[in-house]
Antibody, heavy 116, light 107 residues
């Protein structure tokens, strides 16, 4: 099956760090650009980051720029989101997604809760 | 940043109804617009891209129209599996931005 399998969420204290992982199955991410999108409880979708093929370029939403870092390991067929300086308003369901600018496949989501 | 405004924010409809959702961009984005459907507790599903092109496997009852700043998603003959929330998203420029969503529930 073609899918994205996410891991790495959980409960973390404000100011701490967390890394999310997204492993592709059934296709090779080397051929694709990848994104992270999040959704706060009961709220809409918020795009937060993009990485091009081979990691040549990255983009971030203003809300996470300077605190979050997207990366990829094509050999492991995975993409990552390193989150640091976490704040309570970062609490969300985080999705990885495949696509150039056109997203066509979503992971199942992983919940991040930032609380003391 | 390009702001995306969806309307209505919610609507009630019955199986078999025709449903139309509108999305407006704060400036012209050509046809760089996608639509997504999200059922409660599930990941979004991609429906439409380039404003009017359907992703593989999307039923023909879903159609998108528009260009520039005004876009619509129409669902003809609403089916039970179509309830949930719908989001538009522009990819004309970074940061990519989503509309606030339209919740479609059972009348």
């Amino acid at each position: 099956d073609v899918q994205l399998v996410q891991s790495g969420g959980g409960l973390v204290q404000p100011g701490r760090s967390l890394r999310l992982s997204c492993a592709a199955s059934g296709f090779a991410i080397v051929n694709h650009e990848m994104h992270w999108v999040r959704q706060a409880p009961g709220k809409g979708l918020e795009w937060i980051s993009h990485i091009s093929r081979f990691g040549k370029s990255v983009h971030y939403a203003a809300s996470v720029r300077g605190r979050f870092a997207i990366s990829r390991d094509d050999a492991k067929n995975s993409v990552y989101l390193q989150m640091s300086g976490l704040r309570t308003d970062d609490s969300s369901l985080y999705y990885c997604a495949r696509g150039g600018v056109i997203i066509n496949l979503w992971g199942q989501g992983t919940l991040v809760t930032v609380s003391s | 940043d390009v702001q995306m405004t969806q309307s209505p924010s919610s609507l009630s409809a019955s199986v078999g109804d025709r449903v139309t959702i509108t999305c407006r961009a704060s400036r012209g984005i050509g046809d760089s617009l996608a639509w997504f459907h999200q059922k409660p507790g599930k990941a979004p599903k991609s429906l439409i891209y380039d404003a009017s092109r359907s992703q593989d496997g999307v039923p023909a009852r879903f159609s998108g129209r528009g260009s520039g700043a005004d876009f619509t998603l129409t669902i003809t003959d609403l089916q039970p599996e179509d309830y949930g929330s719908y989001y538009c998203q522009q990819y004309y420029s970074y940061p990519l931005t989503f509309g606030g969503g339209t919740r479609v529930d059972n009348k």
